[in-house]
Nanobody, 126 residues
Framework: VQLQASGGGLVQAGGSLRLSCAAS????????MAWFRQAPGKEREFVAA??????????YYVDSVKGRLTVSRDNAKNTVYLQMNSLKPEDTAVYYC??????????????????WGQGTQVTVSS
């Protein structure tokens, strides 16, 4: 699948943003989807993942975003979302969406992902 991320921007601490990642192709619903981020001078890190399928697929988050960020998907629209609430300056990064037909249970491993979006900048001011 080809991925196109959008929705980044500049927001004050405590604010909210919703990132979107639109996918091409007819197999979107069979892909595990994830969000990663890379802050300046740091390695890319896993943020959240959502399993393939319909209904309410399982989700998984890095501890630092639990309770603040929510990943969801709309298979009818071939889109995955990252709702970001209570943002903190340390959330500042370029956010990437990624897709894999691999296992959800290794979702943190960026090397499992075969398809990546171009990244969208999120900047949180203090």
């Amino acid at each position: 699948v080809q991925l196109q991320a959008s929705g980044g921007g500049l927001v004050q601490a405590g604010g909210s943003l919703r990132l979107s990642c639109a996918a091409s192709g007819r197999t979107f619903s069979r892909h595990v989807m994830a969000w990663f981020r890379q802050a300046p001078g740091k390695e890319r890190e896993f943020v959240a993942a959502i399993n393939w399928g319909w209904g309410a697929p399982n989700t998984y988050y890095v501890d630092s975003v639990k309770g603040r960020l929510t990943v969801s998907r709309d298979n009818a629209k071939n889109t995955v979302y990252l709702q970001m609430n209570s943002l903190k300056p340390e959330d500042t990064a370029v956010y990437y969406c990624a897709a894999t037909t691999g296992s959800f249970y290794t979702a943190r491993n960026e090397y499992d992902y075969t398809d990546w979006g171009q990244g969208t900048q999120v900047t949180v001011s203090s």
